[in-house]
């Protein structure tokens, strides 16, 4: 156990459903990732948030919303997804935001999208 | 552009022999460089950071090297067991990452040690 966990581990959703991911880290930590890992594809970092508050958001489309209600827990918001964003999507926690800081990853949600 | 590869093909060695994993970037000097490894259905787990005025680092039977000159970074694992068999994944700061915690990742190479 690394101190993240991730729910649902598994979804499979249609191109029209609205759906969430929920990441929650107890660890203390001050900044969350999403990540989406495809097949045969580097982790690509979505998003950071540093105490709650959004730093990265790296060109992602605006069907992937993300929300931060606090320093514990990290969302993603999914609406008219398309197939080829199916993929594990993985969140991941550190104490600060500085460099070298050790990242804490959870277990990842499969997403399939039909 | 900054690129990391990894070896895409996977490394099978017998048990007990040292696996050694090549990381190779390009275009860029990175400050540090970190390595991680990943189990099927899991996220990756944090390893090691070497950094760029350090050869070397060990943890346990773990051993890094940072090569700056040839932009490579070596992991080794001594006495490999069959449950070292994961992904291991290495990263690195973008060149543009500033005074942030971004990484960029490679690939990943897939190690397996047949008992």
């Not at chain 1, 101190?3 to 499979?12: A, F, I, K, M, N």
């Not at chain 1, 514990?72 to 969140?91: G, I």
């Amino acid at each position: 156990e690394t101190g993240v966990t991730q729910t649902p581990r598994h979804l499979v959703m249609g191109m029209t459903n609205k759906k969430s991911l929920k990441c929650e880290q107890h660890l203390g930590h001050n900044a969350m990732y999403w990540y989406k890992q495809s097949a045969k594809k580097p982790l690509e970092l979505m998003f950071v948030y540093n105490f709650k508050e959004q730093t990265e958001n790296n060109s992602v489309p605006s069907r992937f919303s993300p929300e931060c209600p606090n320093s514990s827990h990290l969302f993603l918001h999914l609406h008219t997804l398309q197939p080829e964003d199916s993929a594990l999507y993985l969140c991941a926690s550190s104490l600060g935001y500085r460099p070298e800081t050790e990242q804490y990853f959870g277990p990842g949600t499969r997403l399939t999208v039909t | 552009s900054q690129k990391i590869e990894q070896n895409s093909e996977a490394l099978n060695i017998q048990e007990g022999k040292t696996a050694t994993l090549t990381c190779n970037y390009t275009n860029y000097s990175p400050a540090y460089l970190q390595w991680y490894r990943q189990d099927p259905g899991r996220g990756p787990v944090f390893l090691l950071l070497i950094r760029e005025n350090e050869k070397e680092k060990r943890k346990e039977r773990l051993k890094v090297t940072f090569d700056t000159t040839l932009k490579q970074s070596l992991f080794h694992i001594t006495a490999s067991q069959p449950a070292d068999s994961a992904t291991y994944l290495c990263a690195l700061p973008p060149p543009y990452g500033g005074a942030t915690n971004k990484l960029i990742f490679g690939t990943g190479t897939l190690l397996a040690v047949q008992p």
